[in-house]
């Protein structure tokens, strides 16, 4: 039922004027309808706001145990297999790295640049594999044997990543010999010629950082 705004006589919803005074009721169903938005408009907030923070919530207990089941399976791995951990990982890697290799190597009939490159990682296939394992334990030791191993520690890291420089600058010169992209060849060019000193770059960086948790260490415990 709408009343009307200037007698306030009761009128039927569809009617356009009053019964009694004859005034327009149009405005008055405008007011009803803006008012009945504005509720929508206020219900639909609050129940936004409602499942936003749902979402976070369960984003967080997901995120939280994800990480405490990373946690375990980590603690079981290394339980399991012990120093053999690494390398059981890096066979498992190379055993995806194989089956890329033939991935590409399969495409290589529609895509030849894919075969190219699945012949690159073949003949390197083998360098690939010492650098997972580099990696690996390099990882298991520092996780273990923190206190003897962090001055090691950015050592490796140093050579692997420079390692893996010089690997991504051969890809990269295979992808522009092959698709004639000459930005690919410079950023090549410029990873060949500051090998050495990016990764004299990443080894200071990892002494300072070694540096620096030592010296946290030190003023937590005095």
């Given at each position: 039922m709408v009343y009307c705004n200037k007698c306030g006589k009761k009128?039927?919803?569809?009617?356009?004027?009053?019964i009694k005074c004859g005034s327009s009721l149009k405005l008055e169903k405008n007011k009803k309808e803006e008012e009945l938005a504005e509720k929508i408009k206020k219900i639909g907030e609050k129940v936004g706001k409602k499942i936003e923070k749902t979402a976070e919530e369960v984003g967080k207990q997901v995120e939280k145990s994800v990480e405490q089941a990373g946690k375990g399976f980590?603690?079981?791995?290394?339980?399991?297999?012990?120093?053999?951990?690494?390398?059981?990982?890096?066979f498992l890697g190379l055993i995806i790295l194989r089956?890329?290799?033939?991935?590409?190597?399969l495409s290589s009939t529609e895509v030849t640049v894919l075969g190219v490159i699945s012949e690159?990682?073949?003949?390197?296939?083998?360098?690939?594999?010492?650098?997972?394992?580099?990696?690996?334990?390099?990882?298991?030791?520092?996780?273990?044997?923190?206190r003897q191993f962090r001055w090691?520690?950015?050592?490796?890291?140093?050579?692997?990543f420079g390692v893996f420089l010089w690997?991504?600058?051969?890809?990269?010169?295979i992808l522009d010999t092959s698709l004639d992209i000459p930005?690919?060849?410079s950023i090549a060019s410029f990873i060949e010629t500051y090998l050495v000193l990016i990764s004299i770059f990443v080894l200071l960086i990892g002494y300072i950082y070694q540096m620096f948790t030592v010296s946290m260490t030190k003023e937590r415990n005095r």
């Amino acid at each position: 039922m709408v009343y009307c705004n200037k007698c306030g006589k009761k009128n039927e919803d569809n009617a356009r004027f009053c019964i009694k005074c004859g005034s327009s009721l149009k405005l008055e169903k405008n007011k009803k309808e803006e008012e009945l938005a504005e509720k929508i408009k206020k219900i639909g907030e609050k129940v936004g706001k409602k499942i936003e923070k749902t979402a976070e919530e369960v984003g967080k207990q997901v995120e939280k145990s994800v990480e405490q089941a990373g946690k375990g399976f980590g603690s079981w791995y290394y339980r399991t297999f012990g120093v053999f951990g690494p390398l059981v990982s890096s066979f498992l890697g190379l055993i995806i790295l194989r089956f890329i290799i033939e991935i590409l190597s399969l495409s290589s009939t529609e895509v030849t640049v894919l075969g190219v490159i699945s012949e690159f990682l073949y003949d390197y296939i083998l360098l690939f594999f010492i650098l997972m394992l580099l990696s690996s334990y390099n990882s298991y030791f520092y996780r273990h044997y923190k206190r003897q191993f962090r001055w090691f520690y950015p050592v490796f890291s140093a050579i692997g990543f420079g390692v893996f420089l010089w690997l991504a600058a051969k890809i990269l010169l295979i992808l522009d010999t092959s698709l004639d992209i000459p930005i690919l060849a410079s950023i090549a060019s410029f990873i060949e010629t500051y090998l050495v000193l990016i990764s004299i770059f990443v080894l200071l960086i990892g002494y300072i950082y070694q540096m620096f948790t030592v010296s946290m260490t030190k003023e937590r415990n005095r």
